[in-house]
């Protein structure tokens, strides 16, 4: 595994960081919770130091399924969760995350999405306080945009941003990206294999499973063809290096200037150990820049006025 720092933190984060939506088990078809345990415990032998999960995912499944399986192995992971925007709300949501993981404290707490109609210094300034209680070592944002960003960094000193990115999401590339480059916040984009795509799981329409995937803009009837050809040709590149498409995909992530910590959703063992694959080889300046520029043949195409799934915080 290779690590990185983590902001300003001083702590060494590995190049994938597990996601945990999947152990929520609503949003995603099949789910089993023993698989879920197994998976996290193959991410931590495989040196994975680092596990997303949020209030959302489940309704705090997720977040005690997370902490049930990393007991007795709390030291070697740094825990991050997700809250909504509402101060007092955030208050609340900190204490049911750590009854929920059965811990005293999380490492990284990040408001999951800003809210439309709340100031962001206030619900940074909720963050901060919690921080000073001692609740969380670090506060990071997702879905923030660049002028919220601004915002979140003249109230406290956030670590991280948690933006939507992959070969075909490119919406930060031209301004939360640089911006957390220049403010050394550390990047772990989420969805890195567009849910799967990524991984060469869909071919065709009926590959979709009828879950939170059917919901996705990637998987829409004028895109999905499109995204298909260019994972074929990631499969191929991929193929030179005596690689699978998802270990390219992760490489190609995890090397683009500013990502920290791509985090990748994995479902079972089997998963992540193909996923850290991904890890400890590099793809060429020619490779990773042609791989970019068929992304952003569809990402030019993409809606980004609502979320990967056409949600948008009201
Ligand atoms: N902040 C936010 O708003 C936000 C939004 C979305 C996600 N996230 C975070 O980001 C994490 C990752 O995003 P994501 O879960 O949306 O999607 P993802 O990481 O892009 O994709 C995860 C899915 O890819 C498939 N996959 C993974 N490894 C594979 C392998 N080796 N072979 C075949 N298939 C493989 C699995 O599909 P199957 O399940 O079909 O096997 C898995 O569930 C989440 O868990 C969550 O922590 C945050």
Sequence with gaps: MQYRKLGETGIDVSVITLGAWVYGVDAWADVKDDESVQAIHAALDAGINIIDTAAGYGGGYSER????????????????????????????????????????????????????????????GAMA?????????????????????????DTARIETSQPPFNVFWREIDDDVLPFCREHNIAVLPYSSLAQGLLAGRFRKREDIPDDIRSKN???????????????????????????????????????????TSPIVGARRSSQVQENTGGVGWKLTDDEMAEISRRGLEIAKRLDYSSNMWGYSPK
């Design 65 to 124: 399924v997370v902490g049930e399986a990393v007991k007795g192995r709390r030291d070697e992971v740094l825990l991050a969760s997700k809250c909504g925007a509402q101060p007092e709300r955030i208050k609340q949501q900190i204490d049911e995350c750590l009854q929920n993981m059965q811990m005293d404290y999380i490492d990284l707490y990040q408001v999951h999405y800003p809210s439309p109609r709340i100031p962001v210094p206030e619900t940074i």
């Design 217 to 259: 803009k990637l998987m829409a009837d004028d895109i999905f063809e499109q995204c298909v050809e260019v994972v074929e040709h990631i499969e191929e590149v991929a193929a030179e290096h005596g690689k699978s498409v998802v270990q390219a995909a992760i490489n190609w992530t995890m090397n683009v200037p500013g990502i």
């Design 129 to 153: 306080e919690i921080q000073q209680a001692g609740k969380t070592r670090f506060i990071g944002v997702s879905n923030f945009s660049l002028e919220q960003h601004r915002e979140a960094l």
